[in-house]
């Protein structure tokens, strides 16, 4: 019983401090501030409990290189020309 209380206990601690700091980055994307290095900061942090996290930090890390920028601005134009019509 005292190891299912201590990794929920682990769990539900790097959950509300990750959280917080990811919603401390994704805030400062709008505002000033090191928007994207406090979300990779927070997905770091959940992602030593949530596989999900682990996930999304790979894409955000791979969005943040020269390539993946690139690869983020084929996408979205491909998706802007699907919605809106016309040319990229």
Same mark, same amino acid.
């Given at each position: 019983? *005292? ?10 601690? &790097?959950?509300?401090?990750? +959280? =917080?700091?990811?919603?401390? +980055?994704?805030?400062?994307? &709008?505002? $000033?501030? $090191? +928007? &994207?290095?406090?979300?990779?900061? *927070? ?10 996290? #682990? ?9 943040? =290189? $020269?390539? *993946?920028?690139?690869?983020?601005? *084929?996408?979205? =134009?491909?998706? #802007? ?5 016309? $040319?990229?």
């Amino acid at each position: 019983m *005292g190891e299912v209380s201590y990794k929920l206990a682990r769990r539900i601690v &790097v959950a509300v401090i990750g +959280g =917080t700091v990811l919603l401390g +980055g994704v805030i400062m994307l &709008v505002t $000033p501030g $090191p +928007g &994207v290095l406090i979300v990779l900061l *927070g997905l770091a942090i959940l992602a030593i409990e949530f596989a999900w996290a #682990k996930l999304w930090l790979g894409k955000v890390r791979h969005s943040v =290189t $020269p390539e *993946g920028r690139e690869q983020l601005r *084929g996408h979205y =134009t491909r998706l #802007k020309s699907r919605w809106f019509g016309g $040319p990229g």
